[in-house]
């Protein structure tokens, strides 16, 4: 069965303070993984799409990599507006693009 | 970016009456769209996959009949919640598949917020 798990659960950090976000997937064939970032009340913002084991996507302080059972998405000196649920969700085999998500990173970085 | 835009954002109705929710991308055409429900502090649950002039793929476990969907044009996908009910309420979030940059994804309306009272 097709499964994405993310960890930790919640994350606080000190503001500066670095620290990655794992999202572990099982999948029969990966067709892409995706990175979203949720604020509350509000719909999922899109961040990043990977396709391969060993790409590497960058954006500000944001940088998602991807491996062929996990994908991180690392914070670098993070601020207090990075504050945020951090959704990870993988595409279904077949046509029918279908998204898999975890069940989401709440992280919250305090100044 | 791509826009995706939902109406209304919030929406408060009596038991038993339906509710209408328009979920429309502003700047590219979708032939695919999503419609997802969330409870609070859980992640995305798909209802079902909307496709412009064909019926709606719906998730098992999702009453076609009680959630109906239809994607009338490459921009606009409704959904309307049947007699609804206080168990339907609930944040309801579509979203449009698209290329961007060489990047398929999707993008995500801001989510319509559901009380049925």
């Known amino acids: 069965e097709d499964q994405v798990t993310q960890s930790p659960e919640a994350l606080r950090l000190q503001e500066g303070e670095s620290s990655s976000l794992n999202c572990s997937y099982t999948?029969?064939?990966?067709?892409?993984l995706f990175w979203y970032r949720q604020d509350p009340g509000k719909g999922p913002e899109f961040l990043f799409t990977?396709?391969?084991a060993g790409e590497e996507k960058e954006k500000e302080r944001l940088k998602a990599t991807l491996t062929k059972k996990e994908s991180f998405l690392h914070i670098t000196a993070p601020k207090p507006e990075d504050s945020a649920t951090y959704l990870c969700?993988?595409?279904?085999?077949?046509?029918?693009?279908?998204?898999?998500f975890g069940s989401g990173t709440r992280l919250l970085v305090r100044p | 970016g791509a826009v995706v835009s939902q109406h209304p954002s919030r929406v408060i109705c009596k038991s038993g009456t339906s509710v209408k929710i328009e979920c429309r991308s502003l700047d590219f055409q979708a032939t695919t769209m999503f419609w997802y429900r969330q409870f609070p502090k859980q992640s995305l649950m798909l209802m079902a996959t909307s496709n412009e002039g064909s019926k709606a793929t719906y998730e098992q476990g999702v009453e076609k009949d009680k959630f109906l969907i239809n994607h009338a044009s490459l921009t606009l996908s409704t959904l309307t919640v049947t007699s609804a009910h206080p168990e339907d309420s609930s944040f309801y979030i579509c979203?449009?598949?698209?290329?961007?940059?060489?990047?398929?994804?999707?993008?995500f309306g801001p989510g319509t917020r559901l009380l049925v009272l």
């Open positions: 969700a993988v595409q279904a085999p077949g046509s029918s693009y279908k998204l898999i």
């Open positions: 999948v029969s064939g990966l067709r892409g």
């Open positions: 990977l396709y391969s």
């Open positions: 979203s449009a598949r698209t290329w961007l940059q060489s990047q398929e994804t999707q993008y």
